[in-house]
């Protein structure tokens, strides 16, 4: 079963968004759990949730999965910023798993010169006060590419913020093949290497997703620059590794290459040509 899908527009509301992922002949997507460069979020309407709903259900979506807006930054040491970090965390796990979302994933954060220490101790404690352990949503941490100041460039990091958690149940992590690659794990010519790694450190029944981006800069380089499928340094077949490994079976995949629907439409129809999927429903 290939769960697969790209990051979709919600700004024409979460049925419209829906109708779209069958359009491209997706079964998931990835969207955004609020406005990416603010604060702002619609509220959906009764009758747009049950539409919604409903057309998930008839085409048998895999796992949803919403991303927090990249203004938020639990890791920070400024009181505003942390403040307004810890609202939104907190709303966003609340109004995702009203919606039945199955994950949220978030980019931990910049320590911004406090250390990755001190980081880890906000994050730890903005998650402390956004997790109830009642929800159904799961919170993922995402792998970030570590430029700057970024904290979950290392396994070890994300290890560290889970164990501070009093709920860790609630809480997975989410990989992006860019980031990793970028952070400086050899996908390319170690992936067996990687995932042995990250299944020693968190253990790999944590990992919920995957995003799958090839990337623009060079193995290690700690920037963050999505590619086209095949059009980066990581290459289609390293990818494509990614999506055949057993141990990954069955995770949900979600597209954030830079193309609008038409544009992951045909690159999920060639990965499906690719992984030998049939074409479409
Ligand atoms: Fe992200
Ligand atoms: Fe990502
Ligand atoms: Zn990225």
């Given at each position: 079963?290939?769960?697969i ?53 008839e ?11 990249y ?30 979302i199955?994950?949220l ?6 320590h911004?010169?406090?250390g990755?220490?001190?980081g ?9 006060q ?9 919170v ?57 790694e990250?299944?020693r ?6 990992l919920?997703a ?23 340094e990581?290459g289609?077949?390293?990818l ?5 490994h ?5 995770i ?16 999920i ?13």
């Amino acid at each position: 079963m290939l769960i697969i899908g790209a990051h979709m527009s919600v700004a024409k509301g979460i049925a419209k968004a829906a109708e779209d992922v069958v359009k491209i002949n997706a079964n998931t997507m990835q969207f955004f759990s609020r406005n990416p460069r603010g604060s702002t979020f619609k509220t959906y309407t009764g009758e747009e949730i049950a539409k919604f709903q409903r057309i998930r259900k008839e085409h048998e979506f895999g796992p949803l999965l919403a991303h927090a807006p990249y203004t938020l930054n639990l890791a920070s040491n400024n009181e505003k910023t942390y403040e307004f970090a810890c609202m939104v965390i907190k709303e966003d796990i609340a109004r995702m798993d009203a919606l039945g979302i199955e994950y949220l994933v978030f980019h931990p954060g910049s320590h911004t010169g406090i250390g990755t220490e001190a980081g880890i101790a906000n994050i730890v404690g903005g998650l402390n006060q956004a997790i109830t352990g009642n929800e159904n949503i799961m919170v993922l941490l995402e792998t970030m590419s570590g430029k700057g100041s970024e904290i979950g460039v290392t396994f070890e990091e994300l290890r560290a913020i889970r164990d501070g958690l009093e709920h860790p149940e609630r809480v997975g992590v989410c990989l992006d093949s860019c980031h990793v690659f970028s952070a400086g794990y050899d996908i390319v010519n170690d992936l067996d290497g990687v995932l042995d790694e990250f299944d020693r450190v968190l253990g790999l029944d944590l990992l919920k997703a995957i995003h799958m981006n090839d990337s623009m800069m060079p193995f290690g380089a700690h920037k963050d620059r999505h590619a086209t499928i095949g059009d980066g340094e990581i290459g289609m077949e390293a990818l494509l590794n990614v999506m055949r490994h057993p141990k990954l079976q069955g995770i949900p995949i979600y597209l954030e290459t830079p193309l609008e629907d038409e544009g992951h439409k045909a690159e999920i129809q060639m990965l499906k040509e690719k992984l030998n999927f049939p074409q479409s429903k």
